[in-house]
């Protein structure tokens, strides 16, 4: 067909009408639900780094306890250079031992003059100077001085003073201090203080005192919530 000016008239064919597209609800709740699975995530991660950095921190302070009574032991004898250890009959016909631990007279630790002297002693933050408990205070460093408390700016809430420490004691802290005689061929092998070998043919027999030592120091802490101390690292060695 020719329109009046002799032009051909063409049918186009109209374009469809495109609806609005955008997110459905299933759509917008899944979106919802990945992005909570990831927030969560995140924060159990920081969580979890959270703990394991104070673990760390933890192990790492306890570490440093245990070695600071090591260092302060180290030149110590096995037993009191004056008396020594010894056995005794206690009027039953049973030998019982004298000598080990704390002595008459050993009310600080300066006064502790051999390594037998150590055991069963504990020197805590909550610890008394009454040495009929075994719990002095504590924690102690390599110079047998009380180690101070630090607050937030590093400066210390406690000295020492003449072998006297006044303030507040290295917070949640303890060192519990372990002595055994052991096998001097099985260090694994724990032996009753009392224990000695008589002669027996070449074997010229072993007294009571001639036997290697076990030193352990057990490091806790409690926490201000917490119910009851925690062990956190235990550094043991033998003094031959």
Not at 200 to 214: A, I, Q
């Given at each position: 067909?020719?329109n009046?000016?002799?032009?051909?008239i063409?049918?186009?064919?109209?374009?469809?009408?495109r609806?609005?597209?955008g997110f459905t609800l299933?759509?917008?709740?899944m979106?919802?639900?990945i992005i909570?699975?990831g927030?969560?995530?995140?924060?159990?991660?920081?969580?979890?780094?959270?703990?394991?950095n104070?673990?760390?921190?933890?192990?790492?302070?306890?570490?440093?306890l245990?070695?600071e009574?090591?260092e302060?032991?180290?030149n110590l004898?096995?037993h009191?250079p004056?008396?020594?250890?010894?056995?005794q009959?206690?009027?039953?016909?049973?030998?019982?031992?004298?000598?080990w631990?704390?002595?008459?007279?050993?009310?600080v630790?300066?006064?502790?003059?051999?390594?037998d002297?150590?055991n069963?002693?504990?020197?805590?933050f909550?610890?008394?100077?009454?040495?009929?408990d075994?719990?002095l205070?504590?924690?102690?460093n390599?110079?047998g001085?009380v180690i101070p408390n630090?607050t937030?700016?590093?400066?210390e809430e406690?000295?020492?003073?003449?072998?006297?420490?006044?303030?507040q004691a290295?917070?949640g802290?303890?060192q519990t201090i372990?002595?055994?005689?052991?096998?001097?061929?099985?260090t694994?092998e724990v032996?009753?203080?009392?224990?000695?070998?008589?002669?027996?043919?070449?074997?010229?027999?072993?007294?009571?005192?001639?036997?290697p030592?076990?030193?352990s120091?057990?490091?806790?802490y409690?926490?201000?919530?917490?119910?009851?101390?925690e062990?956190?690292t235990t550094v043991?060695?033998i003094?031959p």
């Amino acid at each position: 067909m020719m329109n009046p000016l002799n032009h051909p008239i063409r049918r186009g064919v109209r374009p469809k009408r495109r609806d609005a597209q955008g997110f459905t609800l299933i759509e917008t709740s899944m979106a919802t639900v990945i992005i909570g699975v990831g927030v969560l995530a995140m924060v159990d991660a920081q969580s979890a780094f959270i703990v394991s950095n104070q673990w760390s921190s933890h192990a790492a302070s306890a570490t440093f306890l245990a070695n600071e009574i090591r260092e302060y032991t180290r030149n110590l004898p096995k037993h009191d250079p004056v008396t020594g250890i010894s056995l005794q009959d206690d009027g039953d016909g049973n030998m019982v031992i004298t000598g080990w631990g704390v002595d008459a007279g050993e009310v600080v630790v300066d006064d502790f003059d051999d390594l037998d002297d150590f055991n069963g002693i504990t020197f805590s933050f909550i610890g008394t100077a009454d040495i009929n408990d075994n719990d002095l205070p504590g924690p102690i460093n390599s110079f047998g001085e009380v180690i101070p408390n630090l607050t937030l700016d590093g400066s210390e809430e406690g000295s020492t003073t003449n072998g006297v420490f006044s303030g507040q004691a290295m917070q949640g802290w303890s060192q519990t201090i372990i002595v055994e005689k052991v096998d001097p061929f099985d260090t694994s092998e724990v032996l009753d203080e009392a224990y000695f070998e008589e002669e027996n043919g070449s074997f010229p027999g072993r007294e009571v005192d001639e036997y290697p030592l076990r030193m352990s120091v057990q490091v806790f802490y409690q926490g201000v919530n917490d119910t009851e101390a925690e062990l956190v690292t235990t550094v043991t060695w033998i003094v031959p």
